[in-house]
């Protein structure tokens, strides 16, 4: 969404318009009301005290009670208007500011993955909330209470003028020297946040190779610079909030003085000075309190312009006609895909076509590209060129909410959400039963499931019980394979698994290859090659070799018996030189299907 148009929070506040007018409303009455206490005082001064009319005085009296009780019933009123704002806008936005984090650390690739916005976003409802935005709602009225100032005497009208304007003044000196510093501060302690956030996940590496202490120093240099800025601020800020302050008491004080001197002068009676004085405070405070607010006015100004910033990076996706339900035939055209952030490209100008129903094996050595392919292949990564076509569709122009149910993943670092087992495998949608116990027995992982305290009931989290690496990887196998998607990708699905892992994960590709999905599989290992129809051979971020199992084989042992007989021929390498290594192609499947020639597994795959 482009800055020329509305983003989703301006939109939020546009749509909150009418109940900033209504604050606007009641604030009208609320400081018009205000001015009731001073016209008390010149009342009671100027014709109770002389008169000596005790009626008069009950009547006044009566009627400022009245009057007082409505001014705070408006003051309740219009702060409950702001509650209710606060609570609209977090209706109104927080999907979208959750929406929009979200797709911050996918294009990120989990580099900025926080939940800043989400705080940004509280933090500006609590401000709206407060006391020191209603400052800004009764600013305004300063001109009106200097022009009664000026209807009691004009040295009063001018006093207050000139009072206003130190104030103003200070306000300015206020934004100018603390602004840009509460600004870093504010920057910093996110940073630090994100970073302390990254630290505690990974509690575990830390503590086991003593790096707690080092880490720590780092946050609490970090941490320091914070302290220094918000500190310096502080004090900045501290002082003119001070000295104005003092000064607003000081001019009251000087205003009861002049009043004293005009009525010992006999130009304005006694009840006209005490209400100049009482006046003149009120006029101030406004301006006072903006003053004394103004950390939180900043913060909640950098904070919008955060949240603004992130929404307008939320890209609202077209409304797309449904397609039908995909079959799982891949098309790969011509694909260049870069990690998010960088530049150079991984996989560079590959193409392969994958009928629906095949289970393709990815394999290479390490750094080839094969996870950026797989997250290419899955429509997570953007490409910089090419394509990628589920069903003749560009995977990158699905409904991912409609995809969604289609389509498995199993990443090779496995991530299981706090919740039960079964709202992990069903990932979170409502539960069927039947589809979870067959999608855990499909994995292998049923019995498994059976025998944790409460089964499928089992909690997951911080509540809950904490699974070994081996079965929240059988777990994801599951959820993966849920509701029997037609295109399923998984990125290194044995790394954690055991002998018996190994074996329930050949019986579980055996079943998913008869509900005639699309398969891709990452590994290292070459036990799995039996259940493959064809192999996809990476490295450099190319495809050196792509076809059916069997031809892929033979032509990699075919590699390696050539380049082991150009090792063995006499001059082939000069004295103390090392031959390049030839591809070790995988060893091949059991079976009739087999190749004749024996050979090792590939180097890395």
Request: aromatic share 6%.
């Amino acid at each position: 969404m482009s800055r020329s148009h509305e983003n989703n929070l301006q939109a939020a506040l546009k749509a909150c318009k009418t109940s900033f007018l209504s604050v606007g409303f009641f604030s009208f009455f609320v400081n018009a009301l205000m001015l009731v206490p001073t016209f008390y005082m010149i009342q009671v001064s100027g014709r109770v005290v002389p008169a000596s009319s005790t009626s008069t005085l009950v009547m006044l009296t009566l009627i400022l009670t009245v009057l007082m009780i409505t001014m705070g019933s408006l003051e309740w009123v219009r702060s409950r208007i702001m509650v209710r704002i606060s609570n609209r806008l977090d209706v109104l936005l927080s999907r979208d500011v959750y929406r929009a984090s979200f797709k911050r650390a996918l294009s990120s690739g989990g580099m900025d993955a926080t939940a800043q916005s989400l705080n940004d976003l509280t933090s500006l409802r609590q401000f709206l909330t407060g006391p020191g935005l209603f400052a800004f709602f009764d600013a305004p009225w300063f001109p009106i209470y200097t022009a009664v100032m000026f209807l009691f005497h004009p040295w009063f009208g001018w006093m207050t003028v000139a009072s206003g304007v130190v104030l103003v003044v200070l306000a300015f000196i206020n934004h100018r020297y603390t602004a840009n510093t509460l600004a870093a501060a504010n920057k910093e302690s996110v940073s630090s946040n994100v970073t302390t956030n990254k630290t505690l996940r990974n509690a575990e590496v830390i503590e086991s190779m003593g790096m707690l202490e080092t880490l720590m120093n780092r946050w609490a240099v970090r941490q320091r610079k914070v302290l220094m800025l918000q500190s310096e601020a502080s004090d900045k800020g501290g002082t003119i909030t001070s000295i104005s302050k003092t000064f607003r008491n000081w001019a009251q004080s000087i205003m009861l003085g002049i009043g004293a001197y005009l009525v010992i002068t006999h130009q304005v009676t006694p009840g006209l000075m005490m209400a100049g004085s009482l006046l003149l405070g009120r006029a101030l405070s406004p301006i006072d309190q903006m003053i004394g607010s103004w950390k939180g006015f900043i913060a909640a100004k950098v904070q919008y312009g955060r949240l603004s910033e992130v929404l307008n990076k939320l890209n609202a996706e077209p409304e797309r006609m449904p397609l039908p339900a995909p079959q799982g035939h891949i098309q790969v055209e011509n694909l260049v895909v870069a990690p998010p952030g960088a530049k150079a490209p991984v996989i560079r100008n590959i193409s392969f076509v994958t009928p629906a129903g095949s289970v393709v094996g990815i394999v290479g050595p390490s750094a080839a590209g094969k996870s950026t392919l797989v997250r290419a292949l899955m429509g997570i990564w953007p490409t910089q060129h090419g394509v990628v076509r589920l069903d003749g569709a560009d995977i990158s122009s699905w409904d991912k909410h409609e995809l969604g149910p289609h389509v498995g993943y199993l990443p090779q670092d496995i991530e299981l959400f706090e919740g039960t087992i079964s709202d992990n495998i069903a990932r979170f949608e409502k539960i069927d039963p039947d589809k979870v116990v067959q999608a855990a027995q499909t994995a292998g992982v049923h019995e498994m499931v059976l025998m944790l305290p409460d089964g499928y009931d089992t909690v997951i989290g911080s509540d809950g019980i904490n699974l070994s690496g081996g079965q929240r990887q059988r777990i994801g196998l599951a959820r993966a394979i849920y509701g029997n998607p037609r295109l399923i990708v998984l990125d290194e699905p044995n790394s954690n698994l055991d002998e018996v892992g190994e074996r329930a994960l050949s019986v579980a590709l055996q079943k998913i290859k008869e509900t005639g999905a699309t398969v891709f599989i990452v590994s290292h290992r070459p036990n799995i090659l039996s259940r493959l129809d064809r192999i996809l051979v990476m490295s450099n971020g190319t495809i050196s070799l792509y076809g059916e199992r069997d031809k892929v084989i033979a032509e990699l042992a075919a590699q390696q018996a050539k380049g082991q007989a150009r090792v063995a021929q006499p001059g082939a390498a000069a004295p103390g030189a090392v031959a390049p290594a030839a591809p070790k192609p995988p060893a091949p499947p059991a079976g009739p299907a087999a190749p004749a020639p024996a050979a090792s597994a590939p180097n890395g795959a």
